[in-house]
């Protein structure tokens, strides 16, 4: 039989307390929060903080992007 190890356990921690904070309405959307507590847990607390840090800032600038796109076209994107 496999051992369990502490990422697993690390993982199934992050993901019981989004859950629970999605549950008493802390956060609106925890599938969002469960998969980022999925896809960020790495191996080491290193690699788990750069990880962390790299989807903060992909995040700020893909909504700066999208301000920005709305700010300067006024039309609907999708639909035209």
Same mark, same amino acid.
Do not use: D, H, Q, W
């Given at each position: 039989?496999?051992?369990?190890?502490?990422?697993?356990?690390?993982?199934?921690?992050?993901?019981?307390?989004?859950?629970?904070?999605?549950?008493? =309405?802390?956060?609106?959307?925890?599938?969002?929060?469960?998969?980022?507590?999925? #896809?960020?847990?790495? &191996?080491?607390?290193? +690699?788990?903080?750069?990880?962390?840090?790299?989807?903060?800032? =992909?995040?700020?600038?893909?909504?700066?992007?999208?301000?920005?796109?709305?700010? #300067?076209?006024?039309? &609907?994107?999708?639909? +035209?």
């Amino acid at each position: 039989m496999k051992k369990i190890g502490l990422r697993t356990i690390k993982t199934g921690i992050a993901v019981f307390l989004a859950t629970l904070a999605g549950k008493y =309405g802390i956060i609106e959307t925890p599938v969002y929060t469960v998969s980022v507590c999925i #896809f960020s847990i790495k &191996n080491t607390m290193k +690699s788990s903080v750069s990880e962390a840090y790299s989807r903060i800032i =992909g995040t700020l600038l893909g909504g700066l992007v999208g301000y920005a796109f709305a700010l #300067f076209i006024k039309s &609907n994107i999708i639909s +035209s």
